[in-house]
């Protein structure tokens, strides 16, 4: 990519098929139809999802002496998300067309008298606003009492939980704690593919500081964060950090910044980086009574941490690296497509394919498959012809592909396929391991 990137909106139904075709994404529900906005990790996706979460849960909190895991519950009762805002705020402006019944987000609208469904001009009711969180109820009752919500960030479980890490994990600020999980939000505008949808996964982590020290660690996250996508093998010239202006801060926040990507539809948010200050914290001391705060013994003082926050998300991340390693290139006079997926995010690290489908390298491929599958995720392919099946495996980024062949039987050797340059090596059986964990680490 030259540093004038710009998108390239072809690219969004090529990764949209690519998807549903080789087993990345599918459409929800789709045997009834298909559920609006809402999609199924297949045998390829899931193992690309998972494989963001760990890249993130590694850097977040097994690199890290200060900062901690957490797995809170999705079902949380209203008092959370009145102490959190998100009761009286989380919501958008709707409009109503009162010529098709149309209903649009009013602030999306390039004009807000014009209804972009039918064309017609002052037909809008009043805009009312409608909160984005799903409600349901706990146990057998349909009572207001018995109303439950459906997280819409994974973030007020780090804080409600702030207490109870502090006093089992003998961590003092500056310290963290990290989740990730699934979210909902009962999204008016949802699309872009798995950009934005109603359930979807976060990487969240609250970081508990000294108010002096908050400037210093909202700098030291940005920064991290971004180097995190860079280290992932994104391109740089297709990722950045973009400060938010003073009025588009919450109230609370002294600074905000995103990371945004080039999507095909242009610039968008893939995470947040937020000096929260010390509004969550405070918030949930005063509603449920509870003292949250830290007391330095060394310098004698008791005060409420501030909080930084980066805030992504999982799912359209995956979306944004399967995206960004997608490439086609003419070999031979054919087109190639090949996923550049950096090595730990690619679904499968190693194929194993017989060059027959002859019984007699069946036990040798086996042996192999067996000798690998321990440490990595190794697929299994003995059907069609060697150079579609190194197609296939291009197609979905595995970086090496090992074949059997008839010579395998008496020299004990393979060869090894690499993915970007097509090279060649032949190794023996009992370097392979060693070869592989080389070029894999
Ligand atoms: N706790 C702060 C928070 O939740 P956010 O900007 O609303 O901040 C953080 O969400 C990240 O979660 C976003 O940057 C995005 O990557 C992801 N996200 C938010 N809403 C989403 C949706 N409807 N679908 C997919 N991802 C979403």
Same mark, same amino acid.
């Given at each position: 990519m030259s540093e004038t990137a710009s998108p390239d909106p072809e690219l969004f139904d090529k990764i949209v098929n690519l998807s549903k075709r080789r087993g990345f994404v599918f459409q929800s529900a789709e045997i009834y139809g298909g559920f609006r906005s809402t999609y199924d990790y297949g045998p390829l996706g899931v193992l690309l999802l998972r494989n963001v979460k760990d890249a993130w849960w590694r850097s977040m909190v097994q690199e890290r002496h200060d900062v901690v895991g957490l797995d809170a519950s999705i079902l949380s009762p209203p008092q959370v998300w009145q102490a959190s805002g998100h009761l009286a705020n989380f919501s958008d402006p709707l409009v109503d067309c009162t010529n098709c019944n149309a209903r649009h987000r009013l602030d999306k609208l390039?004009?807000?008298?014009?209804? $972009?469904?039918?064309?017609?001009?002052?037909?809008f009711t009043e805009a009312r606003e409608f909160n984005l969180m799903f409600k349901t109820h706990a146990g057998p009752v349909t009572e207001t009492a018995a109303e439950v919500y459906l997280r819409p960030e994974t973030a007020q479980g780090m804080f409600i939980n702030f207490a109870n890490v502090l006093n089992t994990s003998r961590?003092? $600020?500056p310290f963290g704690i990290a989740q990730i999980g699934k979210s909902f939000r009962n999204e008016i505008t949802p699309g872009n593919f798995v950009f934005r949808t109603r359930e979807f996964e976060q990487m969240e982590m609250e970081f508990f500081v000294p108010p002096a020290e908050s400037q210093e660690w909202y700098e030291y996250w940005c920064q991290t964060r971004m180097d995190w996508y860079l280290d992932l093998g994104m391109d740089p010239a297709k990722i950045k950090l973009r400060a938010h202006d003073d009025d588009e801060l919450s109230h609370y926040s002294s600074g905000t910044s995103d990371v945004e990507y080039l999507f095909p539809w242009g610039w968008d948010e893939l995470e947040g980086i937020a000096n929260r200050g010390d509004f969550d914290l405070t918030q949930h001391a005063t509603h449920s009574g509870e003292k949250l705060d830290f007391f330095d013994q060394a310098n004698n003082e008791r005060y409420v941490p501030h909080v930084i926050e980066p805030a992504a998300g999982a799912t359209r991340t995956a979306m944004a690296f399967l995206m960004d390693a997608y490439d086609e290139e003419v070999v031979n006079g054919d087109t190639r497509t090949v996923l550049r997926l950096d090595h730990r995010l690619a679904p499968y690290k190693i194929a194993v394919l017989p060059l027959s489908k002859k019984d007699t390298l069946t036990p040798t491929a086996m042996e192999v498959f067996d000798s690998l599958k321990r440490r990595w995720m190794v697929d299994y392919d003995e059907t069609q012809s060697i150079g579609k099946r190194y197609a296939r495996q291009d197609e979905v980024g595995t970086p090496y592909c090992v074949t059997v062949d008839f010579d395998t039987l008496d020299d004990r050797a393979v060869t090894v396929r690499e993915r970007d340059t097509r090279e060649q090596d032949r190794v023996s059986l009992d370097q392979l391991e060693g070869y592989l964990a080389e070029r894999l680490s």
């Open positions: 390039d004009d807000p008298n014009v209804c $972009p469904t039918c064309g017609s001009e002052g037909t961590k003092r $600020p």
